[in-house]
């Protein structure tokens, strides 16, 4: 299973070598996967969560693409209705292409009512229209003389009926945001049944978790997955892994703005899941080469 960060593309702390420090950060310690959000008007309803400045999502992935080498890098999710589908396809597709092939692309349908106001966007029109977006952005992507978008996958995020179907009929994976792991194996289900509904196969899992580390356990039905000590961040993370996720995404933003002024804090939590990580992947690798010495 690989394990990616979603790092703060907004908020006071945020600069571009805040994001650079970040993006390096997060590559060293090993990660697989760094991604970041999308909003494009700093509405009030969007600044209560998403303080400005922000950052677009294309404009920071491709200059972080640069200052990169492995690292896969995408969005969390980006909001589909906000652009032209052809726009959508083309700066995915050139992304894609300038940064080697390491382009995820998590969509969604979006909240944040005044934001689709000012956008000039029907927010009760932006189920339908991220439906009708997706499938453009894929017939474009047919166009391989033109676009060469490469293999991008889609990481349909949401949690409503209607997102799940969306997950099933047009996405690669199900990109979840923020859960209990009681609700997630219920959604999972709900999943697998619309899925069946559809005759398609259900669509891979690649969820996204808050990371927030303390001294003592996190107790309560309402724990978040991601909340508590280390070792009930291993202990998730083993729990999404045998769920079947193929990738899970940390999220170490709280949701204080103040939090971007010290990303340090959450460096320091990021770097405690990646020992531990190394840790338990040599313990494995030990007990492998022990049980076929033995055998």
């Known amino acids: 299973m690989e394990i990616g960060v979603n ?10 070598d805040t994001l650079r420090r970040w993006a390096r950060t997060v590559e060293g310690l090993g990660f697989d996967l760094l991604m970041v959000s999308d909003h494009v008007v700093v509405t009030p309803d ?3 969560q998403y303080p400005a400045p922000f950052y677009e999502p294309f404009t920071t992935l491709s200059w972080l693409a640069g200052v990169t080498d492995r690292i896969r890098l995408g969005t969390t999710v980006l909001i589909v209705p906000y652009r032209h589908p052809l726009l959508v396809a083309r700066m995915a597709a050139n992304l894609n292409r300038l940064s080697g092939g390491r382009l995820v692309l998590g969509v969604a349908a979006g909240w944040a009512r005044q934001e689709f106001e000012a956008l000039g966007v029907p927010f009760e029109r932006r189920g339908r229209l991220t439906d009708d977006h997706l499938r453009a952005i894929r017939a474009a992507w047919e166009e391989d003389d033109d676009y060469r978008a490469g293999d991008i996958p889609f990481w349909v995020g949401g949690h409503s009926d209607a997102a799940l179907r969306r997950a099933v009929r047009l996405g690669d994976a199900w990109h979840p945001l923020r859960f209990t792991l009681p609700w997630l194996a219920g959604a999972l289900d709900r999943l697998k049944a619309v899925a069946a509904e559809e005759g398609r196969a259900a669509p891979a899992l690649v969820p996204r978790m ?8 996190v107790t309560g039905p309402d724990r978040l997955a991601g909340e508590g000590t280390i070792d009930q961040v291993t202990e998730d993370l083993e729990r999404l892994r045998l769920l079947g996720a193929e990738t899970v995404v ?9 939090e971007t002024l010290h990303p340090e804090t959450a460096w320091r939590a990021l770097a405690a ?23």
Request: proline fraction near 11%.
């Open 7 to 16: 790092v703060p593309n907004f908020g006071p702390g945020t600069d571009p």
């Open 250 to 258: 940390l999220d170490p933003f709280g949701g204080d703005p103040a």
């Open 210 to 217: 808050i990371l927030r580390l303390t001294e003592t356990p």
């Open 46 to 48: 969007v600044a209560e």
């Open 273 to 295: 899941v990646a020992d531990r990580r190394r840790t338990l992947t040599t313990g494995n690798t030990i007990a492998r080469e022990r049980s076929d010495h033995d055998g």
